[in-house]
């Protein structure tokens, strides 16, 4: 089933958008090319489509998209084979969304989709205005997650300079205590004269 552009909303903030990589899985061209002018037109500059969903594994890891968007029935592997592909390839505690894009409104086809991993779920033929926001919505979701990613590294990098730092002061401190211990000891050692001990 194609799917028609319609009128568009006015384009996202340009900050959420410019850099984002969107990988967009269909086996009919026509609705590849209907995406890419929606998406497009909305701002987004950085979108490869793929009409052979046996390599979209392959581009899914040359790409690394930060939202792939994934027809479900194509010639295999499907939309759920893809999948079930991509879900090892994706690092434990990140966030690469999926959002399907299918004719099937069946729910066990919904509930089949939402459990082997998409974020969210949208029947064809769909509203351009629809389509933009729950992308924009699947986006900013990505990027809070790779900010608060990134955050925790950070702090965590911080905290193991703090501790090092933590561990180096002690270690100084131990050794001005033995150097401090070891003039002690020198000085209260009993003098020793010429002629015997006075």
Known sequence: MTISPGPGPTAPDAAATTNARILVVDDEETNLLVL???????????????????????????FEPDLVLLDLHMPPPDGFEIMAQLEPLIPAGSYVPILVLTADVTDSTRERALAMGARDFLTKPFRYNELLLRLNNLLETRALHSRLHRDKAILEARMRDKEATEQANAERRRAASRRIEAVLATDQTPAHHEGGVR
């Open 36 to 62: 890419r002018t929606m998406l497009e037109r909305a701002g987004y500059t950085n979108v490869q489509t793929l009409a052979d969903s046996a390599m979209a594994v392959e581009r899914f890891v040359g």
